[in-house]
């Protein structure tokens, strides 16, 4: 008789999980750069019914494509808060331009 219970996950099924939260953190993080208000809710609509859809999806495949998907729009939305220049500054590189001065 084994001492899991039934809904414990896989050491696979856990990873992926992990990943799928990290993504979702990840995510919620980078709208809270954007600048306007009504586009910070909209974003946030968009990710939560998105990630609300998905919810019950048990194969490994199509999660892992879901994630490439979410990572893809991750880094659009990094990327136009950055053009905007409304993103993070990345600081190693303002550290390197400074030691070079």
Known sequence: MSKLPKAALSLKQFML?????????TIF?????VPDA????ELRDWARADFRNNRNQTDELAIK?????G???????QTSLELSGSGPVDTASHSDATKRS
């Open 38 to 41: 009504s586009s910070r809710r």
């Open 17 to 25: 999980r992990q990943e799928v939260l990290k993504l979702y953190r």
């Open 71 to 77: 990572n893809r729009s991750l880094k659009e939305l």
């Open 65 to 69: 494509m879901l994630l490439q998907h």
């Open 29 to 33: 993080r980078t709208i809270r750069q």
